[in-house]
């Protein structure tokens, strides 16, 4: 089964400029989700969708970060204009199953965003 | 505030030590579960624990889970250099709710 594919995998922009992530979650996982990764910490989920719907961005800077996941299937995750406190690993996850339950989350390799 | 403390930050012990890291929080969760990363690389899910007191093992690694279900601890027995990682451990705080809340991690290196 092939596993969570991210693309790129490193990026260096300078400030102010836009950047786009792309991820495909594995076959068949309903459930997608960002999270950013800052050096020495843990992720922080940015956001989450169920197929094509949001069920949590509470966490996603709306002013300059965007998602979606059209079809239900990959996701692109923006972020415009970038700031140098953007610079962190952005971490993509799928998980088979919404509702009663343990979920395991399988992730991605990430995405590098260094900003300069 | 971090919901989920993890001590210690960092570890480093020699090949074939036993060691012992923990995850702490104020809040009650549904499940807990660890992973772990490694460089470049996402987090690996190794274990999710459920019920209060639970233990399980996954070989040389010994998973436990608060009787209160607000703490865990990993326990590594004989340390291997492949062990080495950042060990994260994230809560659950509903059922039906997948969202995850994530500590800083154990940063663990093993030396051979």
């Known amino acids: 089964e092939a596993g969570v594919a991210q693309s790129p995998r490193y990026k260096i922009i300078e400030k102010r400029q836009s950047v786009a992530f792309w991820c495909n979650p594995i076959?068949?996982?309903?459930?997608l989700y960002w999270y950013q990764q800052i050096l020495g910490q843990g992720p922080k989920l940015l956001i989450q969708?169920?197929?094509?719907?949001?069920?949590?961005d509470s966490q996603l800077p709306k002013d300059r970060f965007s998602a979606e996941r059209l079809k239900g299937v990959d996701s692109t995750l923006k972020i415009q204009p970038a700031k140098l406190e953007d610079s962190a690993v952005y971490l993509c996850?799928?998980?088979?199953?919404?509702?009663?339950?343990?979920?395991?989350?399988?992730f991605g390799p990430g995405t590098r965003l260094t900003v300069t | 505030t971090q919901l989920l403390e993890q001590s210690p930050q960092f570890l480093s012990i020699q090949e074939g030590e036993n060691l012992t890291v923990y995850c702490n929080s104020s809040?009650?969760?549904?499940?807990l579960q660890w992973y772990r990363q490694e460089p470049g690389e996402g987090p690996v899910l190794l274990v999710t624990?459920?019920?209060?007191?639970e233990v399980k093992k996954l070989k040389r690694l010994t998973f436990q889970f608060g009787d209160a279900r607000k703490d865990s601890s990993l326990h590594i027995t004989a340390a291997q250099p492949g062990d080495t990682g950042l060990y994260l451990c994230?809560?659950?705080?509903?059922?039906?709710?997948?969202?995850?809340?994530f500590g800083k991690g154990n940063q663990v290196v093993v030396i051979p």
């Open positions: 624990v459920v019920t209060g007191g």
């Open positions: 076959s068949g996982h309903a459930t």
């Open positions: 809040s009650v969760f549904s499940s």
């Open positions: 969708f169920q197929n094509n719907g949001v069920v949590d």
């Open positions: 996850a799928s998980s088979p199953l919404q509702g009663r339950g343990t979920y395991e989350q399988y």
């Open positions: 994230a809560g659950a705080r509903s059922y039906g709710n997948n969202r995850l809340a």
